[in-house]
Structures are given as C-alpha cells and as structure tokens.
C-alpha cells in the first residue's frame, strides 16, 4: 500500500497566492520526486532531491528534502491557472546506482487555482 | 525526440479475460517500468525492465506478467482480470540504470476498465 502520505486531498487558492504542500512518511527514503499530473495525462516532474536537507527552486517552485529523509514540502510561489492539478510526492529507497528506480508515490493532492 | 507512447488509450473487458498493453519508450531510453494507478490514488509500481529483462516487482501476483523487446519496447499482460484491475495503467521509461535519477517519463496511460 502507500507510505508515503500527503493531506489534505484538495487545495483551493486563489491566483496569485502562494501555496505549501507537504509529503511524510514513516520510513526513510534516500531520493525525494515532486511529480504533476493534468488531466489525462502522465505524470511529469518537477523536481528531485538528492540530499538530505537539500533545498532546491525551478522557476516558481521550491522543494526540500527534510533532514530525517521522512519528509519534503513543496512550495508554489505567486500561483497561476495552469498550476492545476494533481501533485504527488514520490521517493525511492534504493541508495546506489545500478539500482531499479522503484518509486512510491503518495495520493496525491489536487489543486484548484480560482481566477 | 520521441516520448513514451501507449496503445491502445482506452479499452473494456470482462472478468477473466486477458488484456496486453503496449509501450514505446522514449528515444535513448533502455528502462521501462509500468504503474498501476486506481482512482483517487498515486501510481503503483509492478515492474520494471531493463535490457529485456525483469529488474524489479511491486507487490502485484503473477497473473501480471511483462516483456521488454530488444528496441526496448514493452507489453504489459495481465491475465484472468479482476474488477479491481479497473485502473489507469502508466509506462515510463528512463535513460537506465546507470544513471538512476529516479526521473521517470510516463506516457499518457491506457485506461482498463473491467466490468
């Protein structure tokens, strides 16, 4: 089943507003994936961590990489409409290279953004 | 650059039929791994592989069985299906094992539905 647990299931913010979300789980993970997902689509990244307490942007967002390796938060900057959608926090718990990329994704939290 | 291609996008079955989707991985790619994805619910891993051969499984029973060919393509086959195999099923493919970012591509999902 899942591990890795994201709350709450729906996110409503207005445009312009920023907007935190956060991933736990009770197990350590050594690699830390933001993905997103529109509507019939796949999900895509947006983000990877690869250290413990690594704090890293692209474009309006930010991800960290909590020092237990047991979370991550994501934060979305100055929202616009097309940041709707489904973001999940996903992890791997291998170590080495060589490795299969298994991933764990949480459930996922849906974005609405109103204009 | 080509991306991860499935067919077919949608189908119906009944229980206890059997079903085979298919994959094309991303141009350079030589890993592909499936996913599971229920309503309301983050993917989940079944399998992966990686120069056509088995690297790793999820926690799925045999009945759900894979192939990778040698221009890295894959099918997915599930046998004797079950209501619950309602799911959207997600390919993605990655560069490989080597350079295991946990960066995944998915394809856009064949949509199962057994009635």
């Known amino acids: 089943g899942q591990q890795l647990n994201q709350s709450p299931q729906s996110m409503f913010i207005q445009e312009g507003e920023d907007v935190s979300m956060n991933c736990t789980s009770s197990?350590?993970?050594?690699?830390w994936l933001w993905y997103k997902q529109d509507p019939g689509e796949g999900p895509v990244l947006l983000i990877a961590?690869?250290?413990?307490?690594e704090l890293t942007s692209n474009g309006r967002l930010t991800a960290q990489f909590g020092i237990t390796r047991k979370d991550s938060f994501l934060n979305i900057s100055a929202s616009i409409p097309s940041d709707v959608g489904i973001y999940f926090c996903a992890g791997i718990r291998s170590t080495f290279t060589g490795a299969n990329s298994k991933l764990t994704f949480g459930k996922g939290i849906t974005l609405s953004v109103r204009p | 650059e080509t991306g991860v291609t499935q067919s077919p996008t949608h189908l119906i079955k009944t229980r206890g039929q059997q079903v085979t989707l298919r994959c094309s991985s991303q141009s350079g790619h030589n890993t592909v791994s499936w996913y599971q994805q229920a309503l309301g619910q983050g993917p989940q891993f079944i399998f992966q592989?990686?120069?056509?051969?088995?690297?790793g499984r999820g926690n799925f029973p045999p009945r759900f069985s894979g192939l990778q060919f040698p221009n890295y393509s894959s099918e997915l086959n599930v046998n004797a299906l079950e209501l619950d195999d309602s799911a959207l099923y997600l390919c993605a493919s990655s560069p490989g094992l080597a350079e295991n970012t946990g960066e995944l591509f998915f394809g856009e999902g064949s949509r199962l539905t057994v009635l």
């Open positions: 197990s350590i993970f050594n690699t």
């Open positions: 592989y990686y120069r056509e051969e088995e690297n």
């Open positions: 961590l690869y250290k413990a307490g």
